[in-house]
Structures are given as C-alpha cells and as structure tokens.
C-alpha cells in the first residue's frame, strides 16, 4: 500500500513541475518581448531584459496555481486511466475518493507551501524587479511614495512643480497637509499648510488653511476655513497606485498590517490581498477536485482532446468568474474579502455533489 501511494504521489509531483515548467517557459516567451520593447531605448544589454523576465515569472506562476494544479490533475489522472493503472490501484482497494483525497491534500498542502516558502523570495524578486524597471522610467515627473514620514507627492503644475506632504491618512481624508508650490526656476513662490484635505475628488477640500506667499521678498500670509486646490490625484488614484501587494509576502503582510495600515495602506485591499492568499491551498483544493469529477467519472479509455477542451472551457468560465466576483467587491456590491472567497466557496459545493457522483462510481 505504502508503494502505491509513494507512486501516486510521486506521479502527481512530477507532473505539477512539468507544468510549471511549461508556464515558466511560455511566460519567458511572452514577456521577454515586452522587457525589450521598454529597454530598448536604454545602453543596456539583452541580458537585463532576460534577467528581468526570469524575476518576474515566478510571481506569475503563484497567481496562475490553481490553474496550473487543474491542468496537472487532469493530465495525470488520464494518463493514468487510459494506461490502466487507475484501474491497478482500484484492484488494490483505492477508491475513486481515495485516490481523489489524496491528490487534493497534496495540492492543499503545496499550496501552504508556495505561501510560505516560495512567496517571500518571489515578493524580493518582484520588489528588485520594480526598483531596477523603475531606474530606467524616463516619466518621473510625477511621483507618490508612502513611508515612515507619511504621503509625499510630486506633481507638475502650469506655475511650476508642487510638493504635497502629510502626516498620516484616513481614508479619503488627509492630515496635517504642507504644500510647496515652486516656479519653474525652482524657487518657493508658496506655501499652504492646512489641518485636514478632503482628496475624494480632484478639487481637494482643505480646512483651517494658512497660505503663505513669497514675492519680491516679502512675504504675506492669510488664513481660510475652506481653501481649494486642483490635483492630479485623488484618493482611488492614490490608493490605485499602491494595490500592487506582489511585493509584500504573505508572511509580511501578516506581521505588519497594523504598521502597514498606519503607513496609510486601505484596509479593504489589505485585507483582500490577505484573504486571497491565504485562500489558495483551498483554491487548489477544489481545482484538484474538479480535475477528478472531469476525469474519474468512468475506467475505459478515451479521446483526450474532449476532456482537454472541457479543461479549457472549465478555466476560462472560472477565471471570469474570479474577476466578476473581484469587480462585486471593488464596486462595494460585496466585501473584498468575501470576493476572494466566493469563487472558492461556490465551486465547492460543485464540486462535491460530483465528488460523491465519482465515488459511487
């Protein structure tokens, strides 16, 4: 019993990095023409496009794992049926949920995995991957960064450059604002500090406003209840800039999401990404059981190509499943949390009514 199972575990592995290494290939392809297409106005070689690529993948292929487990259960249970071997193990009392458990554990439990050993060093590579792309940005005429010291933005205006700093942020509210508006020479020609700014649109609402102007030396300052100003950046494109989570590990986004969120990351998307990923070994899970309803549901040999194009219909109508229940939550229908885990949930309760169908069988 101990060599069977040995045997199907190890079947399964190797086919799960066949697959993986069939993605990696495909997406080096793909994306290698678009690292050339960016550096190709640069003095760099072909190799940091190369490079590059071969950082960025590995991010690719954690997104793509429930697809990636799907195929691979698909490809290994029909090899194994049509060359009888499926059959083998039944003779040796592996029933199909037997032989369905096993597999989807094993899938559960690769998926903690990659959260937890793979994730980290895919989350350095991306962070290297966005400092080393952002080097060669010729468009750096406008930057927003959130660190220790709060939001800090840079913009260009018909008068000159403007910089935006404050202390910290609460949704669509800024606080402690100080803005810098320099002349095209550079020279401070203003400056506006303000207790709060109102950035859900791009006219920002400032209260208890004390502008100060510099002309000709001389300087003079008056005070407002209400005082306006016209940004490029509002609130959903500031907080639009930084959903990019592909550089916070999973293990980070854990220890620091109370810092996180004081550093002024919303909290929905924080915890969408953190319920997204901590969703994907039971996203694997149920993948791993709907390869088997596909291809357990009898022992006689078949025509791959019907079950490879269910396979295909199968992912595609899941993956827009996936973004539907993603623009539910972002549009506040739902929860961003509860969008990571409907596809999960309602695939599930699929998928077991055909896990028991299989069994009987």
Known sequence: MNILLSYLLSGYLKTILKVILLFYCFGLILNLFEEIEFFKNTNTTILMPIILTALYIPNMIIKLLPFIIFISSMWFLLKMRN????????VFGFSNFKIFLTLAITSFIIGWIFLFAINPITSAMIKYYEKTKSDYSLDIDHLVTINKNGLWIKENTNEGQRITSA????????????????????????RIDAKSANISKNDWEMRTVNVSTFENGITQSKIFDKYYIKSQYNHAKITGLFRNFDTMSFLEL??????????????????????????IPFFLFIMTSLASILTMNTLKRSNNYAHIFSGLIACVVIYYFKDLSLALGQTNRISLSLSAWIPIISIGLFSSIGILQINEK
């Open 167 to 190: 202390d910290q942020t609460k949704e669509y509210i800024l606080n402690n604002v100080t803005i810098f508006q320099l002349n095209k020479n550079f020279e401070l020609v203003m």
């Open 254 to 279: 854990m220890l620091n999401y109370d810092n996180l969120q004081k550093k002024g990351y919303s909290k929905p998307y924080l915890d969408q990404n953190l319920n997204s990923m901590m969703s």
């Open 83 to 90: 060359s009888r071997d499926l059959l083998s193990l039944k």
